[in-house]
């Protein structure tokens, strides 16, 4: 099975459950959001990479011309089309495909934003710049995601925990390998906000149907790791724990 394929059938399947999660559908990052779209004209078109269940679409929605929801997982466009319709929010319509290749003209959007996707995506510096691609000149780019770690000990243990609860998750990458790839793609780009986020064990396991060794695994990772990385991650005794996100801006140069 390739990757992209791992991706939709590890998120198709649990659409339900990320419509739901509590981690998910709250938190200030999606007041950020709305309060950025709500500040605009409301004349823009957002593209939402690597939608999910649409929680930044539908908190973006209200305030702007359109959304489209863009996602690899048909199974979660269907539950992001389906709640939209139930909420009310006509600005919102739904595209399948990857963050890879954008099936959007030149200059189609003002914004592009993406929450909690771009750790699962093969290509993140390809798929910066077919964001670029896609932006309109001077066009903004909004991304939330979990951070990768400056100290390699705290970094590589969470790397590990997040492969075995989830097999299609590739990387969370540091900030400075967000800059470097933003700039790259032709971006002007900082760190904005950075917080972390409580994560309860069961549920984080159970939403994405982790199998049952593997949760094993991250049990005996996270008790056998050493008490510098614990106390870091604030690993509790049912080992329940904290990640670090971080909220990215940028601009397109040109």
């Not at 400056?150 to 790397?159: A, F, K, V």
């Not at 299609?168 to 967000?178: G, L, T």
């Not at 990385?229 to 724990?241: N, P, T």
């Amino acid at each position: 099975m390739k990757h992209h394929d791992q991706v939709a059938d590890a998120f198709g399947s649990t659409a339900a459950a990320y419509l739901t999660s509590a981690v998910h559908a709250s938190g200030a990052d999606l007041e950020s959001l709305a309060a950025t779209f709500a500040a605009t004209c409301g004349n823009a078109i957002v593209l939402d990479m690597g939608c999910g269940a649409g929680h930044a679409s539908f908190a973006i929605a209200p305030h702007v011309r359109e959304v489209v929801a863009y996602d690899i997982a048909p199974q979660m466009l269907a539950t992001v089309e389906a709640a939209a319709k139930e909420r009310g929010l006509t600005t919102i319509r739904t595209q399948q495909g990857a963050a890879e290749s954008l099936p959007f003209a030149d200059g189609t959007f003002d914004c592009a934003v993406s929450r909690m996707s771009a750790h699962h995506w093969r290509d993140v510096p390809a798929a910066l710049k077919e964001a670029h691609r896609v932006l309109k000149p001077g066009g903004r780019l909004k991304f939330i995601d979990i951070a990768g770690i400056d100290d390699p000990l705290h970094d590589t243990h969470i790397q590990a925990i997040e492969l075995l609860r989830d097999a299609s998750h590739i990387r969370d990458y540091r900030a400075d390998e967000w800059i470097a790839m933003l700039d790259a793609a032709g971006f002007d780009a900082q760190v904005t906000e950075r917080w972390r986020i409580p994560l309860e064990f069961e549920s984080w396991v159970t939403r994405i149907r982790t199998p049952a060794e593997r949760v094993t695994a991250i049990r005996s990772m996270w008790k056998s790791a050493p008490d510098e990385v614990r106390q870091y991650f604030g690993v509790k005794e049912d080992c329940s724990f904290e990640l670090d996100a971080m909220m990215i801006e940028a601009k397109r140069r040109g």
